[in-house]
């Protein structure tokens, strides 16, 4: 089992940064790759990025790229979301997720095995 909790969302104008950061229990996260998904209200959740157990390897939806920066620090068995250059559009609930069932380039939320509860990120204009 995997204990997943996100923290660091919160409300930014547009052009500004956050850190969303994803803190994990189990014996399994530091052999599992783990990825960020983001849902906005009325629309399906979302792929954000994604990065394998040893950090090496990373993949990120084209509308993130060059933006945001996943990372992990198994030490601390923990994943971030390093997200500059915010939009309106980034608007969402951001979860979470692990053991996804294809590795780092697995895009598909049903995929993962566990989630977060998610944590809101609003950008004003």
Not at 40 to 62: L, N
Not at 111 to 122: A, I, S
């Amino acid at each position: 089992q995997v204990q997943l909790v996100e923290s660091g969302g919160g409300l930014v104008q547009a052009g500004n940064s956050l850190r969303l950061s994803c803190a994990a229990s189990g014996r399994t996260f530091s052999s599992s790759a783990m990825g960020w998904f983001r849902q906005a209200p009325g629309k399906e959740r979302e792929f954000v990025a994604a990065i394998s157990w040893s950090g090496g390897s990373t993949y990120y939806a084209d509308s993130v790229k060059g933006r945001f920066t996943i990372s992990r620090d198994n030490a601390k068995n923990t994943v971030y979301l390093q997200m500059n250059n915010l939009k309106p559009e980034d608007t969402a609930v951001y979860y979470c997720a692990a053991d996804p069932k294809f590795g780092v380039r697995t895009t598909t939320p049903r995929e993962y095995r566990y989630w977060g509860q998610g944590t809101q990120v609003t950008v004003s204009s």
